[in-house]
């Protein structure tokens, strides 16, 4: 049963302390109004300021009111009394060979979190983090050996894109011919913490990136991971719409519950229930099952074709992940004979089944690969293979 869709308050987020001037990156427009008119702005003028403000922060990429030159010079300074446009900092940029960028950021607490750029061809991907560290304790995932910290809040999120786009130059010039290339054409919520678990946080940063004034990357550019938060699952339908992938990994609940805990709180069958309705809410093609590939663990031909009968009945996608290890991983990757005779079957069975290719694994910024620098290394190889249960 999923939990009642409610009206939230609108709220304004808390100033930050160090200055005491409110951070408008993250806000709605909604917030953004109210918070234009707490400042002083005159009611009947703030849906137009929001407006001019909004695109010269999402549009622009502008940090300083006073380049906001379409804006009267009293009213920049008013902005400037009581609003700053702030990011998380980069602390290191890592470079792989492949061309993935790795960000490690700081926020606010002087916590920390990752994200990876990822060039392909003909588009570019963001992979974004929702919380610092993670409460899921995934065993095959590095990100889950770090506890969870804290969430994130939408500026922390929005800020993630932004920082990249800063590191990328994709913010356009004024004055210069309209260019449509998008380094970053997508993003996915896969990166450090379970988004559903810091969902209002999500959506509100969803809709910030969304908005077409601005960052503009349309749902279906958009594609949330989660391990299977069911309550949250038709409030994700209906309050972002975006496309949904789920990590899978598993098709018995015994094996599951090991590789994916919160299998525990809501099995197998209480995950496909709650996902076969979730393209006609959110009026997408289809999920996407994430399947990480375990060597002598969830790899073999049954294992295969029990994940086609299971997944009967839902506009899917299979990807399949080869393992990507990191230090003291009480698992190992499947051989490449093996995965593709498990995506033989699945293909067969009329599902698309790609292999991802692993990238960045040079800078530990693959697929299950992310956590706090300063948490790496922590527990040891026996420690994390005890909580796996192998």
């Known amino acids: 049963m999923t939990a009642p869709i409610t009206q939230d308050v609108l709220t304004i987020p808390r100033k930050l302390p160090e200055t005491g001037r409110l951070n408008l990156v993250g806000l709605t427009r909604d917030q953004l109004r109210e918070a234009l008119i707490a400042a002083g702005t005159p009611e009947p003028q703030a849906r137009m300021r929001v407006g001019q403000v909004w695109q010269w ?39 792989s060979a492949d061309g993935t960028r790795k960000y490690l950021l700081r926020i606010a607490g002087g916590h920390e979190v990752e994200a990876v750029y990822i060039p392909e061809e003909g588009r570019g991907t963001l992979c974004v983090s929702s919380q610092v560290g993670c409460t899921l304790t995934c065993s095959f995932c590095h990100t889950g050996t770090q506890k969870l910290v804290r969430n994130l809040s939408p500026a922390e999120i929005v800020g993630q894109l932004m920082v990249a786009r800063d590191d990328l130059g994709e913010w356009p010039t004024r004055g210069a011919p309209r260019d449509e290339t998008r380094l970053i054409s997508n993003m996915v919520l896969m990166g450090m913490g379970e988004p559903l678990y810091n969902f209002e946080s999500v959506r509100d940063a969803m809709k910030v990136v969304m908005d077409g004034e601005g960052l503009s990357l349309s749902r279906r550019r958009i594609t949330l991971s989660t391990s299977g938060v069911v309550p949250e699952i038709a409030r994700t339908a209906e309050e972002i719409g975006c496309l949904l992938a789920v990590s899978f990994h598993a098709t018995t609940d015994e094996v599951r519950d090991k590789l994916v805990p919160i299998n525990r709180r809501w099995n197998i069958a209480t995950l496909l229930d709650a996902l076969r309705d979730y393209p006609r809410l959110s009026n997408s093609e289809r999920i996407t099952f994430e399947y990480v590939m375990l060597d002598g663990v969830n790899d073999s031909d049954e294992d295969a074709r029990r994940l086609v009968r299971l997944i009967r009945g839902i506009p899917a996608k299979i990807n399949l992940i080869p393992f990507n290890e990191w230090p003291g991983a009480p698992y190992r990757r499947s051989g490449q004979d093996r995965i593709r005779a498990f995506a033989d079957i699945v293909h067969k069975a009329g599902y698309a089944s790609p292999i991802r290719t692993p990238r960045g694994e040079d800078i530990m910024a693959a697929c299950g690969q992310l956590k706090s620098a300063t948490e790496r290394g922590r527990r040891s190889k026996a420690q994390i293979a005890a909580e796996a249960g192998v």
Do not use: C
């Open 57 to 95: 922060i999402y549009h622009w990429g502008v940090r300083d009111f006073a380049a906001m030159t379409n804006l009267a010079k009293d009213y920049r300074a008013l902005l400037a009394d009581s609003f700053q446009i702030s990011l998380p900092e980069m602390v290191t940029r890592q470079v």
